[in-house]
């Protein structure tokens, strides 16, 4: 008979132990289970209203929708709301304030008071419904974006998933270049002059380096740069220029967005193989139709361009620009142009973005299209198709509720009364009923 040692007397205690410490380390892994349930739910994909959905979201992720309600679960109950997936805008600055179009930021604040508004405008945007966000340069704030998306993203802050592109790149004298300033003074640039081709290519290794997810380019010059007489742009790269940035980007696996208003610059970039043309308010119509051969996504940001922007006083230059760009718009819808929603807030107060889909519609799309412009169309753009943009199984939890349903009066996008990302509640219905807290109420 085997004699027993102390060893073996200890093992089922160890076992008993080991087994323990399993299951605590499972019981902490395995995901909140939430559902959500609501009167409607818009279904961009389809494009239609599905009536009384049931969503069942696991961790951050959705697991079903329609499926059955698994027992133990949290229930969200929204009542007479219409769910729609989380919006995205695809242009904004959350690191600008309407203040700093007046004054340039980079004389009057330090890039930490600008970094400290950063975190108030975004919890601003993700209240006004929009979880994801391309924010497409700090504009002087140096990588204070970089800081705002990782900050976000380890739960220090609440805000919308950001994809940064730090500085944008533009040449001396030209975008985003301050004019009108002391030589002698050595005032910070909120762009990167590159004025070379080698210039660009340098640069764009630097934003990789400290955390860019996108390349912001500037091919054309702004509006002080536009000619009075004909609104021709200011065109500030060559097509050369745009192929060597589009490869560099390619190598780190980035995409190119290029401001461009129209004119040579903007055929440039939608040539030389830019992702997406920003603005573009006077486009001519051989831009847009090559814009669909080759796939280019296009951000009209009209908010930023319209006298209730009140960015200065409207004048006969302002005015024709935007008579400019709805003509361009409905030429762009017409060709078949992918349009994706982004404002260029920042421009204009943080949290009111959602006037942009009111323009939209205005100027000639219904409201599902515009509505797919801030979900579907905008996911494609950032190649995310898989994890936002819809109500489907595997995406993000990623769920707005609005009251109203925005496919018969688009204003209705405007009533969030819920806002969901990756599974946490940031803005709940007073009254809702729910089993289990959240830590974000
Ligand atoms: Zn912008």
């Not at 390349?215 to 745009?242: C, F, M, W």
């Not at 009533?415 to 990756?422: A, H, S, W």
Request: aromatic share 6%; with cysteine; net charge neutral.
């Amino acid at each position: 008979m085997k004699k027993l040692t102390i060893d073996d007397c200890r093992l089922p205690i160890v076992t008993a132990a080991a087994a323990l410490a399993a299951a605590l380390t499972l019981a902490a892994q395995a995901p909140k289970i939430i559902v959500v349930r609501a009167a409607r739910m818009l279904d961009p994909v389809a494009g239609r209203i599905v009536a009384t959905p049931t969503i069942v979201i696991a961790g951050d992720r959705i697991q079903s929708v329609g499926g059955p309600t698994p027992s133990g679960a949290t229930a969200i109950d929204l009542g007479d709301l219409t769910l729609v997936p989380g919006l995205v805008d695809a242009h904004t600055h959350n690191l600008l304030q309407p203040e700093d179009e007046i004054t340039p930021p980079v004389f009057t604040k330090s890039q930490a008071y600008r970094a400290i508004e950063g975190v108030a405008a975004v919890k601003k945007n993700l209240e006004a419904g929009f979880t994801t966000m391309r924010d497409l340069d700090s504009e002087g704030a140096g990588f204070a974006d970089v800081a705002l998306r990782d900050a976000i993203n380890k739960g220090v802050v609440p805000g919308p998933r950001l994809l940064v592109a730090t500085y944008a790149l533009t040449i001396t004298a030209g975008h985003m270049n301050l004019t009108g300033v002391n030589p002698d003074l050595n005032v910070p640039d909120p762009a990167t002059l590159t004025d070379s081709r080698d210039a660009m290519i340098a640069e764009i290794r630097r934003e990789v380096k400290y955390g860019a997810d996108w390349i912001k380019l500037y091919a054309t010059g702004t509006l002080r740069h536009v000619n009075q007489q004909t609104l021709e742009p200011l065109p500030q790269v060559s097509l050369d220029d745009v192929k060597a940035v589009v490869a560099e980007a390619a190598r780190w696996r980035k995409d190119v967005a290029a401001h461009a208003y129209g004119g040579i610059g903007a055929r440039n970039a939608v040539e030389g193989g830019v992702r997406s043309i920003e603005h573009g308010w006077i486009l001519d119509d051989d831009t847009l139709r090559l814009m669909v051969q080759k796939g280019t996504f296009w951000c009209p940001t009209l908010s930023v361009f319209r006298p209730e922007a009140g960015i200065g006083t409207p004048d006969e230059f302002s005015r024709r620009v935007v008579e400019s760009h709805k003509r361009t718009f409905q030429a762009g819808m017409k060709a078949g142009v992918k349009i994706v929603f982004g404002t260029d807030v920042g421009g204009f107060p943080h949290g009111t973005n959602n006037r942009e889909f009111s323009y939209m519609v205005e100027y000639g799309m219904t409201p599902l299209e515009a509505i797919r412009s801030a979900t579907t169309r905008a996911a494609e753009l950032l190649r995310m198709e898989k994890d936002i943009g819809a109500i489907a199984p595997g995406h993000y939890a990623d769920l707005i509720a609005v009251q109203g349903d925005p496919l018969q009066n688009i204003e209705a996008i405007k009533n969030v009364r819920f806002v969901m990302k990756g599974g946490e509640v940031y803005v709940r219905p007073a009254g809702t009923s729910r089993t289990s807290p959240s830590q974000h109420d």
